[in-house]
């Protein structure tokens, strides 16, 4: 990127969207203050980080270990099915896996120890407010305020900078995760349970010490005291965390849908969001560790360019990741229908092929633009079909309240 020797900027939240843009900035010469009084810690949060993530930055974890663990299959079942057992392909010697589980407060750790070697600033404060204008940003904490040029919040679902500059997520606009962390446990596999009351999943990822177990589901459909109770019943029936010391959790997860996509913004003069405060989540996976990434990167980049920052920014953002993101919203209502799940299980069960997509969309290897037709080709027609009535459905539910809209007009 290009050298800027005067620019300051203010990055609220270090975790991986924070901590990268503090990174790549301060290697371009930037003045940058990254400020997070938690940091490090653990986060409620499965850990997957694809090997695309891992490429992205790699320059800043050289020599870091990150003590992950290398994921070699995942074992998915839903209401009334067997399961199914995925393989994911090993990689090459010294390649990055194809999907590692990392400990959150090591990778976030990690990620921050690169930006400030870099020469980024790290404040230990709780940012208690930020003003943003048309030429600047005032940042305050407790006992000091800052005045910036630009401030990128990369802090979470409930983010400050977003409900100073935009406005915060609506409840239908978000996921809950209600899960547990089964301390003295590990594995090498991950494990997928579909459930439809909540329509959503469970899930246990193992890391190096624990598994992060957890279930998440649309905020407007379940509260956590419904999702801890589904979760408390899957976890006695499988014996999963039996004899392991639990430790609960529960956080908001962003959830946005094509509209919301399109209503939003993420960027104004002073002003950028960035991973979940951005709404960068898959809808479907929950997946957000890569595209936090890409979005601090996109930020660095943008600030890093002559003309509008803001603009630049937003306008990388709706094209390199919206996409995507809408194409998984347009899918995520009827996804986790028990019959659709029950089709997906049955045909991961009894086809290598379509075992060989799962595989690459766990690990971010698989875009959902060509889902359908990779799937057609495996010649699992029922499972291809289903997937394109849920777009199809989406799109003709649109057309039928627009219809209704007119009608009444």
């Not at 329509?199 to 957890?214: E, K, M, V």
């Not at 199809?392 to 309240?401: D, E, F, H, I």
Request: glycine share 10%; net charge positive.
């Amino acid at each position: 990127m290009p050298t800027i020797a005067s620019q300051e900027v203010a990055i609220i939240g270090a975790g991986p969207a924070g901590a990268w843009a503090a990174y790549r900035l301060a290697q371009a010469g930037a003045r940058v203050l990254v400020f997070d009084h938690s940091h490090p810690r653990e986060k409620p949060c499965g850990g997957g980080v694809t090997r695309r993530a891992l490429e992205l930055v790699s320059p800043a974890l050289a020599g870091r270990p990150l003590d992950g663990v290398r994921i070699d299959g995942a074992e998915f079942s839903g209401p009334r099915a067997p399961s199914a057992r995925v393989r994911l392909p090993g990689a090459g010697p010294g390649a990055p896996a194809p999907l590692v589980v990392v400990d959150r407060r090591r990778f976030d750790e990690s990620l921050l120890e690169a930006a400030v070697e870099a020469g980024a600033r790290h404040v230990s404060a709780r940012v208690t407010d930020v003003e943003v204008g048309p030429q600047g940003a005032i940042v305050r904490t407790r006992d000091e305020a800052w005045t910036v040029r630009h401030v990128i919040g990369a802090d979470g679902a409930n983010s400050l900078v977003r409900r100073r500059a935009h406005h915060p997520f609506r409840r239908d606009q978000l996921s809950i995760a209600a899960g547990v962390f089964a301390h003295g446990l590990t594995s090498r596999t991950i494990l997928v349970r579909f459930v439809t009351a909540p329509s959503g999943y469970i899930w246990s990822f193992p890391r190096g010490d624990h598994l992060a177990i957890g279930i998440c589901a649309r905020a407007d459909e379940a509260t956590s005291g419904q999702l801890r109770a589904v979760l408390d019943e899957w976890l006695r029936e499988t014996g999963v965390a039996d004899g392991a010391r639990l430790e609960r959790y529960g956080w908001p997860i962003p959830s946005l849908g094509p509209s919301d996509l399109l209503a939003q913004r993420v960027a104004g003069p002073s002003w950028m969001l960035a991973g979940d405060a951005a709404g960068l989540v898959d809808p479907i996976t929950r997946e957000g560790i890569y595209f936090a990434l890409q979005s601090g990167d996109f930020a660095a980049q943008a600030l890093c360019r002559d003309g509008d920052p803001g603009a630049c920014y937003e306008d990388r953002v709706r094209q390199a990741i919206y996409p995507e993101l809408a194409r998984a919203a347009r899918l995520q209502r009827g996804f986790f229908r028990s019959g659709f799940t029950r089709l997906l299980v049955d045909a991961l069960r009894r086809s290598a092929a379509v075992r060989d997509v799962m595989a690459d969309l766990m690990a971010g290897e698989q875009p959902y633009r060509t889902l359908k037709r990779r799937l057609l080709a495996t010649f699992e027609i029922g499972l291809a079909w289903q997937l394109l009535r849920l777009e199809l459905g989406r799109a003709m539910s649109r057309s039928a309240a627009a219809r209704e809209t007119q009608g009444t007009t």
